[in-house]
C-alpha cells in the first residue's frame, strides 16, 4: 500500500476533503494527515508521497520536507524549488519563454536587513534613481512584496507621494513595482500536474473573501488560447505540480500578472463547488499518478544486418 500524507494548517475543507477522495478511489492508496516531531537525518519519513501546503508558514517544515526528498518520498511542490524561487524570477522567465508581464522593477529594501550597516549596502546605488523608475512604470502602479502573498502588504499608488508612503512601511522586505493593467477582464488559473488547467474568473479589486466569481469566464477563442498556450508553456519552466498563474486581460492581451502561487486558495466557500470538485479530482489523479510504477522498458529487438557480399 502507498501512503500520501497531506500537510496543512489552518485549512478545514481542502485537506480533508482529499484525504476521503483518495481513500475512496483505489484500495492501493492510503492518505492521511501527516504528524512530523523531531527530524532525524537517518530515518525516512514513512510516506512515499507528501503534499505540502503549509511549509511556506512553518519554517520548521522545510528540512523534514527536503530530508523526506532525498530519502525517496515525492514531495508535491518541490520543497527545494519553493525555497528557491520569488516573483520577480518567475516574471524573468516568462519574458524569456515570450509571455507578456507588466513592466516590472525589484526595489531593495526600505531598511537595511538585519545585521547590515551602511558599509554592507556599498554596491548600492543611493539614491536610487527614481525619477527614471516612475517614468519606467508609470502610474498607476502597484507594489508589493519579492515573496509571500500577504494582500496586506500590497499597494495600488497613483504617485510619487503615494509610492513613498507606502515603500517606507516595507522595513528590510525586498520589494517590486510592477506597472497596474488596466483590465478588460481577469483570470486565475489552476495548473496541476503541469498539464491540467482550469480557468476561473476572479476580481482583485474585490475583498478576499469574494473575489472568485461563479463559473469559468466567458472569453472570446482567442483570449482563451492564449492563456491555455501561457500556461502551457509557462507551467513546465516554473515546475510546479500545483500553481496558480493569474492574468490580467487588456485588448485581448493577457498579461502574467503573478506566475509564484504553489500554495494557492482551495477552501471549498471560497473557490466555489465546481472549482473545488475539479481540484479534488486533479490533486487526487496527480497523486495516484505519481506513484503508479513505471513501465518497463522495452528491450530493442535485435535484427540481423545485412551480409556483405564476399
Known sequence: MKRIGIMFGME??????????????DAELRAE???????????????????????????????????????GTIVVNDPFRMTAD????????????GVAIPKTVALPSKSHPPGA??????????????????SHIGFPAFLKPLRGGDPKMVSQVYNE??????????????????????????VRCYCVGQKNVRIMRYDPRQPQDHRYIGGEPALDDGARKKILDACG?????????INVLEFAIRGGIPYAIDLLNPVPDADYYSIGAESFSWLI?????LAEEKLKPAAPKKKPVARPGKRKTP
Open 281 to 285: 479530482d486533479a490533486v487526487s489523479a
Open 233 to 241: 508553456t509557462l507551467t513546465p519552466i516554473l515546475g510546479y505540480d
Open 161 to 186: 507621494t503615494e509610492f513613498f508612503a507606502a515603500y517606507d512601511q516595507t522595513g528590510d522586505r525586498v520589494m517590486l513595482l510592477q506597472q497596474a493593467i488596466v483590465f478588460d477582464d481577469y
Open 12 to 25: 478545514n475543507t481542502f485537506p480533508p476533503a482529499l484525504v476521503d477522495h483518495i481513500n475512496g478511489m
Open 86 to 97: 520569488d516573483k520577480f524570477f518567475t516574471y524573468c522567465r516568462a519574458v524569456n519563454a
Open 33 to 71: 494527515p501527516v504528524k512530523v516531531g523531531a527530524t532525524r537525518i537517518d530515518l525516512p519519513s514513512g510516506y512515499d508521497l507528501i503534499i505540502d501546503r503549509v511549509s511556506h508558514v512553518i519554517p520548521y517544515y522545510r528540512p523534514y520536507l527536503k530530508n523526506a526528498a532525498l530519502r
Open 117 to 134: 550597516t551602511a558599509p554592507s549596502m556599498r554596491n548600492l546605488e543611493y539614491p536610487l534613481p527614481w525619477k527614471e523608475i516612475f
